[in-house]
């Protein structure tokens, strides 16, 4: 009987495409802060900083993740047509997305030009995704909520850079794809989840991006539609607390996960949704809807927080481990 053969440094030491959730997360928060800011809740400094933070952890996490590539074998197109991890190298041009239509304040040609190719690559990259899933098989318990994020999420922030920058067409039918893939990829996600096994421990994290949809394309209808509450806005707000609610149900199951840094799949649905509740508090304006919103504020700065500071002790321990 032989011994089963040894992993490869192309298993143990690439840079998996889930460290792009980094990033992504990192940026949703610093849109989370802008908001406090819009509403008068916090000076725009903190925003800033976050801001900041964001572009820094993308490039490091990018380049990061090309020099492994190029450094310990395989290859990015292997990578990319991998059924577990290939949905996240859309958080490259998302994440883009989010940090370049901010910037474009300060350099609007320049800013909507870079957001434009990002946008570009996002839609293309979410247009091959659907392809390889119509060409190549797989088994559906490698499916994911991550599979909304070149589908749905990628759509939803064309959407909401659109409509930062006025381009109201484009906006609109952003989120009509999002919405249309939303409806298509929900249904074959709850399916998976609900008559076949229990994911594997690493990926139960991802069944978060699960509520991201309503308060993404929240937060992307109010960039388009000039921040107003209309019939469309309702209907997202309904959906979005029932799918909130969904997630604090499965708080215990999450709970008992070893912490990995598939946590970061909880960020950005916790920082849109914390966008998106902002955003709605501030319109009703009714008693102590201060105290509301900065009590989502903070709830969502502490989990990113402690994800962020637990996965530094985990990328810590893991060097110290390697020496």
Known sequence: MTSPPRQTARETA?????????PFGLSGLAGTWTMAGVTSLATQ???????????????AVVANYLWRSHNHGGSIREDLRDPVQGAFASLAPTSAMLICTHYAQ???????IITGVFMAIGLLFGAWFLAQLALRERS????????????????????????????????????????????????????????????PAALLPTFAI???PPAVAGNAWFAVNGGRVDLVETMLLGTFVVLILVQLMMLGAYWRLPFTLGFWAFTF?????????VHWLAL???????VWAWLAIGLVTLLIGSIAVRSAALLAARNRRAT
């Open 14 to 22: 690439r840079a998996p495409l889930s460290s792009l959730g980094i």
């Open 45 to 59: 400094i903190i925003a800033e900083g976050l801001w900041m933070l964001a572009a820094a952890a993308w490039i």
């Open 106 to 112: 300060q350099l609007p040609l320049a800013g909507r």
């Open 140 to 199: 559906i318990d490698a499916i994911h909520a991550g599979y909304l994020l070149p589908t749905v999420a990628a759509a939803f922030i064309v959407g909401q850079s659109a409509g930062t920058f006025g381009w109201t067409l484009l906006g609109e039918a952003a989120i009509a794809v999002g919405i249309l893939f939303w409806l298509v990829l929900g249904t074959i996600i709850l399916a998976r989840m609900a008559f076949r096994p229990a994911p």
């Open 210 to 212: 699960f509520s991201a």
């Open 269 to 277: 649905t916790a920082a849109s949704s914390g966008t998106y509740t």
């Open 284 to 290: 009703w304006g009714g008693p102590g809807y201060a």
